[in-house]
């Protein structure tokens, strides 16, 4: 995400006590805490373990480390990864198919490329 100048509020950058590098951390905090909708289960998924079973590729192994629906939909990666010990590939996965549930998508299984092997 590209945030432009003219996006960031002028107080900020007339500020003495924050520099352009401390600015960035800040406008990346802001964007973390921002409040995520949980939205209800519906159709066959209603719990994380059923969600994480339909998004494939592992996931559904690692439905004993979410604690309720809320916990799934609102984990940070940060979290992810310190607390649950989740790999960087799951958790962007994870991350990914709970925005698209927000909106509206089902999760259902991509299966992963093979590369073919080239002619000589």
């Excluded at 945030?3 to 006590?17: A, G, M």
């Excluded at 994480?52 to 990666?77: P, Q």
């Excluded at 790999?87 to 490329?113: C, F, H, K, M």
Aim: hydrophobic letters at 30%; one cysteine or more; proline letters at 5%.
């Amino acid at each position: 995400m590209i945030l432009f100048k003219s996006r960031i509020p002028q107080q900020l950058l007339s500020s003495c006590l924050v520099n352009k590098a401390n600015l960035s951390k800040i406008i990346i905090r802001n964007i973390q805490n921002k409040q995520k909708s949980v939205p209800g289960p519906r159709g066959q998924i209603t719990d994380p373990k059923s969600f994480l079973e339909k998004c494939g590729r592992g996931c559904g192994e690692l439905a004993d480390k979410f604690r309720d629906w809320e916990h799934l939909f609102t984990a940070s990666s940060h979290e992810m990864k310190s607390e649950m010990g989740i790999s960087t590939r799951q958790r962007r996965w994870i991350l990914n198919w709970t925005e698209y549930y927000r909106n509206g998508v089902d999760p259902y299984n991509i299966p992963i490329r093979t590369k073919k092997k080239k002619k000589k």
